[in-house]
């Protein structure tokens, strides 16, 4: 059973940084993409970044483009999502997904159902 699990959110006030975590269990996720989206009620899931299987094909959104940093570490079976200059507009539920796919590339990267599993989430939320 593949399990995906978050860490690392919390409070953080405008300006500062955050560094999320997604360790996966039940799959080695070494050909495999992986990505963030998130999420805030009322709207659909957003995406944030992606990184391909050897971490060298990364895509983000306009909006966090300059400041989000994606990474892997295939050996620890995670990923992670270095945040910095937060801003309020960035609260949110932050989901890790893994495309089952193995070595196959998506131009729909940004689409939410190229991914097959999905973490609980971890909550940012960024005060003014």
């Known amino acids: 059973q593949v399990r995906l699990v978050e860490s690392g959110g919390g409070l953080v006030q405008a300006g500062g940084s955050l560094r999320i975590s997604c360790v996966v269990s039940g799959r080695t996720i070494v050909r495999h993409a992986m990505c963030w989206f998130r999420e805030v009620p009322g709207k659909e899931r957003e995406f944030v970044a992606t990184i391909g299987w050897r971490g060298d094909s990364l895509y983000y959104s306009d909006s966090v483009k300059g400041r989000f940093t994606i990474s892997r570490d295939n050996d620890k079976n995670s990923v992670f999502l270095q945040m910095n200059n937060l801003k309020p507009d960035d609260t949110a539920v932050y989901y890790c997904?893994?495309?089952?796919?193995?070595?196959?590339?998506?131009?729909?990267?940004?689409?939410?159902?190229?991914?097959?599993?999905w973490g609980q989430g971890t909550q940012v939320t960024v005060s003014s």
């Open positions: 997904g893994l495309r089952a796919a193995s070595l196959v590339w998506s131009d729909r990267y940004y689409d939410p159902t190229e991914y097959d599993y």
